[in-house]
């Protein structure tokens, strides 16, 4: 029989052309227009995506959540992101979760084939039930902050030196906490801390004339914002909690006693300012340690604030803050987090214009120059992931001319957001008695309190603008 000899099989060529294929194109779909005429169009594209906020890394330590009566034994990712964001709903939080939009920093071994198809080589989803770990990062979208914005702007009213029943119920509303011993508000824009002669609106004034309640002296305050800043204010209901509180705010070291519960309470203080900078830090956080001085100008009619030169000058005081960026750079701005660790005036404008060379918007005596050149020079912004452009969103029907990003005049974007405070009511009694373990009807009060103050207006505005989508 006569055999024929084969040659190689053809099937691994096969296989090569076939794998070198293209996927085949997306078949088209009927879409309706506004006519109700059926047209074939292509498939319609799914959501494009934000920009990721950074959350400031899992604390290690017995008692993460500040806050509460009880520490937990864990802390889940929802419980986290809860706990930074507890000004928003639950559900809103909730519904990032279920839509697997909440992601983690993973290492090179954990690299996985989802990240890479999204692009995101250091991140991987996390689940709402995982357990945080010290150290951990979250990353999410910004839009699980983005907030409805009301038609009626917060504007304190016209007061006077006696305020009338309509500006006593807006300071009012202004307060978020009240106790036996302190009173916290959320103080908006434009409002003097401290009154003089020819300032009768100021809030000290307000405060005792409106928020007494009752108490023979009205509350002092503990700490002064500056007039465009916005954001959390402490004030004390009786002298022995407005002394302490002073102590507190002022050093540390000053405010500690012979309990070993509030000294720890003590340790654990902090505040929180959100601000939006013009550019970018070279560092994504870090600790800045500079010195401050003022300077008369204008034959003393006017003073500023400086930054010493380090050979030393009198009159310098030592200031420092901690920084951390929290997305990327939208519009030529940047969303920032600020800490500081001590209370020197304008020490945050000054750290960030001066120190950062990143000025608040709105901020005109520290970033003067930098406005100018900002807003003739607009800068194209790219997601940091991928490289690819960003799209600014202008919300349909929204006022951008209140004082946001977009505007011609922006306010002063500096927020004071978040702050822990001792809970000094557990250790002061009614006729303010010290008790260094807490009063006996107080045990099961926890030993620290935590405020979170949402953002003024203006601020709510630039922030849903710079929820961005890639091009």
């Not at 990032?96 to 909440?102: C, D, L, T, W």
């Not at 999204?118 to 357990?131: A, C, D, G, R, W």
């Not at 401050?292 to 100008?297: C, D, F, I, P, R």
Request: hydrophobic fraction near 35%; charge should be positive.
């Amino acid at each position: 029989m006569l055999r024929r000899r084969l040659g190689p099989c053809p099937w691994p060529a096969l296989s090569r052309r076939l794998s070198r294929l293209a996927p085949p194109a997306p078949a088209p779909v009927v879409r309706v227009d506004s006519n109700n005429v059926a047209r074939l169009g292509a498939p319609k594209t799914g959501p494009k995506p934000r920009q990721l906020l950074s959350l400031p890394p899992f604390p290690a330590g017995a008692d993460p959540l500040p806050g509460r009566k009880v520490a937990p034994r864990r802390v889940t990712a929802v419980s986290w992101v809860k706990h930074c964001f507890d000004d928003v709903p639950q559900e809103v939080v909730q519904a990032h979760f279920n839509k697997r939009q909440v992601f983690t920093e993973c290492s090179e071994q954990e690299v996985s084939g989802e990240c890479i198809r999204s692009q995101k080589h250091h991140l991987k989803k996390i689940k709402h039930h995982e357990v945080m770990e010290p150290g951990m990062r979250i990353h999410l979208p910004v839009s699980v902050a983005e907030a409805e914005i009301k038609k009626r702007y917060e504007t304190i009213p016209s007061a006077t030196l006696h305020p009338n029943r309509d500006e006593i119920e807006y300071l009012k509303r202004l307060v978020i906490y009240k106790d036996s011993a302190i009173l916290v508000l959320n103080k908006p824009t434009k409002v003097p801390m401290k009154g003089h002669l020819p300032v009768h609106n100021s809030m000290d004034m307000l405060a005792a004339a409106a928020l007494s309640y009752g108490n023979e002296e009205g509350p002092k305050l503990v700490h002064r914002l500056d007039r465009d800043t916005s954001g959390l204010i402490l004030m004390g209901r009786t002298r022995e909690s407005f002394t302490r509180l002073h102590w507190l705010f002022t050093s540390i070291k000053l405010a500690k006693t012979a309990s070993q519960a509030w000294n720890t309470a003590c340790e654990s203080y902090l505040q929180r300012y959100w601000a939006l900078v013009i550019g970018a830090p070279k560092e994504s956080e870090g600790v800045i340690s500079a010195h401050l001085t003022k300077v008369l100008l204008d034959d003393g009619k006017a003073e500023r604030v400086i930054l010493a030169h380090p050979s030393g000058i009198d009159g310098a005081q030592q200031a420092v803050t901690e920084y951390r960026v929290m997305g990327p750079t939208i519009n030529g701005c940047s969303w920032i987090e600020l800490r500081p660790l001590t209370g020197r005036k304008h020490q945050l404008r000054v750290h960030c214009a001066e120190a950062l060379g990143t000025p608040i918007v709105g901020d005109y005596k520290y970033g003067w120059f930098v406005h100018q050149r900002w807003k003739q020079n607009p800068q194209p912004d790219f997601e940091p992931f991928t490289g690819e452009p960003y799209k600014l969103r202008r919300p349909e029907g929204l006022e951008v001319q209140k004082g946001s990003v977009l505007s011609k005049v922006p306010l002063l974007h500096l927020h004071c957001r978040e702050m822990v405070v001792p809970n000094i009511a557990k250790f002061l009694s009614n006729t303010g008695e010290w008790h260094d373990n807490g009063t006996p009807w107080s045990k099961e009060k926890p030993n620290l309190l935590r405020f979170i103050a949402p953002m003024p207006t203006h601020m709510k505005i630039s922030w849903n603008i710079m929820s961005s989508y890639l091009v």
